[in-house]
């Protein structure tokens, strides 16, 4: 007769043996207790091993779970008494009337942060030098494309001063170039009010000015002496154009914020 005994039963068994031994039995200690082959010594103790990290896992959580007892010189407090209650801080805060002013003052203030000024041993001179000879080629191709679109002497005040004759073709250098570099300036200083207008326009500028200067050499080169309709439609608009956008950066830069305008 073959009598089958139960993991459940030889775990039963060596958990008893383990009580008796204080330990955790070896397998070969299972294999002889038991009367198993290793296969079956094996499994039983490697589940007595887990059983036994699981219960010290649960006294850990345990005693984390307790509060502490010691006080602050080091001995024991009674459960009974109760932990000193933090001190309570009150919040700081400024009296109603300043922080209204405070916020009044920032948000009224629209004055941008003030650029870092440019070090006193950076000498500018350098921009100079190469200004000049930019000019003298800037100048020259503008007025000489004035000339081939319409652009010519006139006398401004007939019967007033008869003697005064003025080239309108320096109208096209002086005024296109200095607002690209007025916008070049508006938008680089870091302003709040009008910068994008500034930053499109002064690409525009230069742009218009690369186009402008392109295609007079190019019309000089091929020996035009009178510039297509399309050319002289858009070299006639420049001055509009740059009285225009000189006047709406002029406002968008001084202009007031609207809190002011409202007082």
């Known amino acids: 007769m073959t009598i089958t005994t139960t993991t459940d039963d030889l775990m039963s ?3 008893d043996l383990a009580a008796q031994e204080r330990a955790v039995p070896s397998r070969e200690r299972l294999r002889k207790a038991l009367a198993v082959g290793w296969p079956k010594a094996a499994e039983v103790h490697e589940r007595l091993l887990a059983e036994v990290a699981e ?5 850990r959580r345990t005693l984390r779970s307790l509060p502490s007892r010691k006080n602050h010189r080091g001995g024991l407090r009674p459960r009974h008494e109760p932990l000193p209650a933090a001190p309570e801080t009150a919040a700081i805060t400024p009296p109603p009337e300043r922080a209204s002013a405070q916020v009044a003052a920032v948000a009224e203030d629209p004055r941008p942060a003030a ?3 440019l070090p006193a041993k950076l000498s500018r001179w350098p921009l100079l030098l190469l200004a000049a000879p930019a000019i003298v080629a800037i100048w020259a191709g503008w007025v000489d494309l004035g000339r081939l679109t ?3 002497v006139v006398h401004p005040f007939p019967g007033i001063a008869d003697d005064l004759a003025i080239n309108t073709a320096i109208t096209l250098p002086i005024g296109l170039e200095t607002y690209a570099a007025y916008a070049l300036r508006v938008w680089l200083s870091g302003a709040g009010r009008g910068r994008a ?12 000015g690369f186009a402008g200067q392109a295609a007079y050499h ?3 080169a091929a020996g035009w002496e009178r510039a297509p309709w399309p050319i002289t439609l858009a070299v006639s608009g420049v001055p509009v154009a740059v ?19 409202q007082l």
């Open 150 to 152: 319409g652009f010519g």
């Open 243 to 261: 009285l225009g956008m000189g006047a709406a950066l002029w406002h968008l830069t001084h202009e007031p914020p609207a809190a002011a305008r």
């Open 197 to 208: 207008f500034a930053r499109w326009s002064a690409i525009g500028s230069l742009l218009l």
């Open 218 to 220: 190019l019309m000089v």
């Open 115 to 117: 650029a870092t000024p």
């Open 13 to 15: 068994r060596a958990r």
């Open 55 to 59: 219960r010290r896992t649960a006294r």
